[in-house]
């Protein structure tokens, strides 16, 4: 029995199929979103680039990018065949591409739920690539005559006041590193002397950090030097100033807001899927619509149209029993393929 069964005339076909066109235009234009909601992200990452450890995160802008186009390509041809079924003669020449097309489709909407997911799931992978991309990158940050790590510390002040965040995981992270290049410390004096003697790798290390570290909505000027010794400063105490310097990790800013961006991305995707798949079972109805009607010469005779010509247990069933009659017929052909030349031995 035909899952879904429904009967048309000619006037419900006629309005199945003109809503079923407009409906894969809105789908052309979403899968333009979906492209453009990839470019936009990969974009995002390419900016940040220097600053995490690898390339995997471009997998997910990479696929949506594909999506979008793959999206536009098989709406616009899925909108020539609506088009083409209002008039049944024009229709008949692809009465054999539909069923491959909507199995494409099927294959299409899968992957683009699959896609929407990996967009949910990013927030993990990201979390890992910061965490060792920023702290390598923190400690190029002094590197401004190196080539090719000249940009380095740029790249961190401008992020650090962009995201109002400080260090990896916070501003502590500067207190384990030389950030100031070697080029401007004084070594003869007894000062620098003592810092870098009494560290077994030989770094200038001190309870300090970079400007773009500090709060501009702080009541007073920015302490970034020996911030852990509260007689160094009047009326001070680190513990309690909250507004001197950004207290946030950078890893938890940038992961929250590329979290956030991957999310709103991913229910926009499965929005597109719902979209797709809609499209999808309005094309299968105009199919068996137009293949049942009673009379093929009179396109005004009534036809039924069905989203399965069986339930789903016996489509399963039969999909399956096909699968297997593949693999025996394969089996069958390498045995025979076999068998001349053990004879020949």
Known sequence: MALLKVKFDLKKRVKLAQGLWLMYWFAVMAGVLVFSMGLFFKIELRKRSEIMDNNESHFVPNLLIAMG???????????????????????????????????????????????????????LALQFTLAEGLKNSMKFYKDTDTPGRCFMKKTLDMMQMEFRCCGNNNYRDWFEIQWVSNRYLDFSAKQVKDRIHSNVDGQYLMDGVPFSCCNPS?????????????????SYDHYTEELNIWKRGCRDALVSYYGGLMNTIGALVLLVTVLEVGVMVGLQYVNTSLATLVNPEDPESESEGWLLEKSVKETFTTIMGKMKAMGKSNQIEEGGAEQPAATAS
């Open 69 to 123: 186009l793959l999206a536009c390509g098989l709406n616009i041809f899925g909108g020539k065949i609506c088009y083409d079924s209002l008039d049944p003669t024009k229709f008949a020449k692809w009465k054999s591409v539909v069923k491959p097309f909507l199995i494409t489709c099927f294959i299409f909407n899968v992957l683009l739920f699959i896609t929407a997911l990996l967009c949910f799931s990013l927030r």
């Open 218 to 234: 702080s009541p007073r000027p920015c302490i970034q030097y020996q911030m852990t010794n509260n007689s160094a400063h009047y």
